[in-house]
């Protein structure tokens, strides 16, 4: 008597990676399937991985990760398995000792989004990132910020969480130099006057973003009010408002499309003249579905 009719392994392996790629969160309990199936999806499951220390992320489409769990797994996983899975890293963690073992263990990462804590020992590791979102003081702590720093020289796409008042355009300047920097975004309207600074010397830089966490007035100028008139007609700057901001990572990381894509698209638009050219913001960015809306900051 034959057996149940059985998928080619290729093509069942296949159709499992997926419907994981479509639902990460539900990624966990496709691998209580199979053993086979287990040793695919497992990779896939650390590809893109959420680290938090205290309270859990909530309402995220990913699958998330206690940083003490994830510490005990880098201790009894093989060397190799978080180097050659993990390529996003979201981490949350006030320990610094705990930052050097995960970023150590996740050596071969392109993405990284850190916390505001001290993140000191990620300028002692040999990364090559293309992506970073931080706080740049939390990495230099008290020395001044060094863009010639090796740590710099591959990223593309840099979000900067820092707040200050020293919008001295020169020890910003250095960011012009990097050599494959092309995407830049500052959290704060306060930056406008340092773009403009930076923007009419930086021919290679594709956009600059000022992202928001809320919408603003609709009939705020909001150039006019930081003394910026002239940004008004600078294709490249965009102000953005991105309501679900961690969804937003996630979303990036795992299909591209995110703030990033967004402003790309508008900044086309606004060059070919589909839309005014002197339009230059996107209000509310809330790419999060209903169980994925998140605050823009984590701490």
């Given amino acids: ?38 040793t695919w999806l497992e990779l896939l499951l650390y590809r893109t991985l959420l680290v938090y220390e205290g309270e859990q992320f909530d309402r995220i489409s990913h699958p998330s990760i206690e940083c003490g769990t994830l510490t005990a797994l880098i201790h009894a996983k093989p060397p190799e398995f978080f180097r050659d899975s993990v390529r996003n890293l979201w981490l949350v963690t006030a320990s610094d000792s705990k930052h050097a073992t995960t970023l150590g263990a996740c050596s071969a990462i392109e993405n990284l989004w850190l916390g505001a804590h001290s993140s000191s020992s990620l300028l002692d590791l040999d990364l090559r990132l293309k992506r970073l979102q931080c706080t740049l003081q939390s990495i230099f702590g008290h020395s001044a910020i060094n863009f010639t720093h090796p740590f710099f020289s591959s990223i593309t796409h840099l979000e900067i969480f820092d707040v200050t008042t020293d919008m001295e355009v020169e020890p910003w300047s250095a960011l012009t130099s990097l050599p494959h920097l092309t995407h830049l975004a500052f959290n704060s309207a306060n930056y406008l006057p340092l773009c403009l600074a930076l923007l009419s010397r930086w021919d290679t830089l594709r956009a600059l973003v000022i992202l928001l966490a809320g919408n603003i007035d609709p009939g705020e100028k909001i150039m006019e009010s930081y003394g910026v008139p002239e940004l008004i007609q600078e294709p490249r700057l965009v102000v953005v408002v991105c309501v679900g901001y961690r969804e937003d ?51």
Avoid: N
């Fill in 1 to 38: 008597m034959p057996g149940p009719p059985a998928l080619p392994i290729e093509l069942e392996r296949t159709i499992f990676e997926i419907a994981a790629v479509s639902w990460p969160r539900l990624v966990p309990k496709f691998m209580l399937v199979a053993w086979r199936v287990k």
């Fill in 249 to 299: 990572w996630v979303k990036g990381a795992v299909t591209g499309h995110d703030y990033w894509s967004q402003a790309e698209d508008f900044i086309s638009k606004r060059k070919s003249r589909e839309i005014d050219p002197l339009e230059y913001y996107i209000p509310e960015i809330d790419e999060a579905d209903d169980d994925g809306e998140e605050d823009s900051e984590d701490e």
